[in-house]
């Protein structure tokens, strides 16, 4: 993926996924338009020279796409690039998603994607 230009998301394929810790998360995308506006855990994802990345953080949010959009804004500021996961849960209370969310990154920690 080296080198790799995204002129327009919309123009991607509808179905991108990408495996957390046995989790299926829509993405990784470097828009917050291809995120949904649901409740669920977002994926912070470091773009690492050579192709490679590495899960940053991973968080549960009320509204995926609105929380994409701040960590796209701010990372995009400090020069890091990140893309964006989403793994969708209807309703998803903070307690639950937080408790998921804090699992997922333990066992992410040190494997790269």
């Given at each position: 993926?080296?080198?790799?230009?995204?002129?327009?998301?919309?123009?991607?394929?509808?179905?991108?996924?990408?495996?957390?810790?046995?989790?299926?998360?829509?993405?990784?995308?470097?828009?917050?338009?291809?995120?949904?506006?649901?409740?669920?855990?977002?994926?912070?994802?470091?773009?690492?020279?050579?192709?490679?990345?590495?899960?940053?953080?991973?968080?549960?949010?009320?509204?995926?796409?609105?929380?994409?959009?701040?960590?796209?804004?701010?990372?995009?500021?400090?020069?890091?690039?990140?893309?964006?996961?989403a793994?969708?849960?209807?309703?998803?209370?903070?307690?639950i998603?937080s408790?998921?969310?804090?699992?997922?990154?333990e066992?992410?920690?040190?494997?790269?994607?």
């Open positions: 993926m080296t080198g790799l230009k995204i002129r327009d998301p919309r123009s991607l394929p509808t179905t991108l996924s990408i495996s957390i810790a046995g989790f299926d998360f829509d993405g990784p995308f470097a828009s917050c338009l291809r995120c949904k506006e649901d409740s669920g855990i977002l994926a912070i994802i470091e773009f690492k020279p050579g192709g490679n990345f590495a899960v940053m953080n991973l968080y549960q949010s009320a509204n995926i796409r609105s929380s994409a959009h701040l960590e796209l804004s701010y990372y995009a500021q400090s020069k890091i690039r990140v893309l964006v996961a793994f969708y849960i209807k309703d998803c209370s903070a307690q998603g408790n998921l969310a804090t699992r997922l990154l066992s992410t920690s040190l494997l790269p994607l």
